[in-house]
Nanobody
Framework: QVQLVESGGGLVQPGGSLRLSCAASGLPSDGYAIGWFRQAPGKEREGVSCINSRGGFVYYPDSVKGRFTISTDNAKTTVYLQMNNLKPEDTATYYC??????????????????WGQGTQVTVSS
């Protein structure tokens, strides 16, 4: 059974940085993908980034390209989302999710079968 635990959220001023962590357990040795999603108040959850067990990664919204970086530790048990130059519009609850059917990344949340509890990111002066 896959378990995911996010951490690293908080309050940060515009232009600041945060690094989110997603500690994963129960993942298969190969054939999975871990996605980061976010949901702002009153909005639908949207895909932010994804990395798979083969080392492939993708960023979805143009608004985060060049500012967010996804990575894993050597053991591939933790997935990070480094967020730089944060903007108020990045304010949201951030979730990580796992897809264990195969290693393809998808933008749609419906393609992921395990979810963490989320971590709040607030960007405000």
């Amino acid at each position: 059974q896959v378990q995911l635990v996010e951490s690293g959220g908080g309050l940060v001023q515009p232009g600041g940085s945060l690094r989110l962590s997603c500690a994963a357990s129960g993942l298969p040795s190969d054939g999975y993908a871990i996605g980061w999603f976010r949901q702002a108040p009153g909005k639908e959850r949207e895909g932010v980034s994804c990395i798979n067990s083969r080392g492939g990664f993708v960023y979805y919204p143009d608004s985060v390209k060049g500012r967010f970086t996804i990575s894993t530790d050597n053991a591939k048990t933790t997935v990070y989302l480094q967020m730089n130059n944060l903007k108020p519009e990045d304010t949201a609850t951030y979730y990580c999710a796992a897809r264990t059917v195969n290693y393809f990344c998808y933008w749609s949340e419906n393609m992921y079968n395990s979810w963490g509890q989320g971590t709040q990111v607030t960007v405000s002066s």
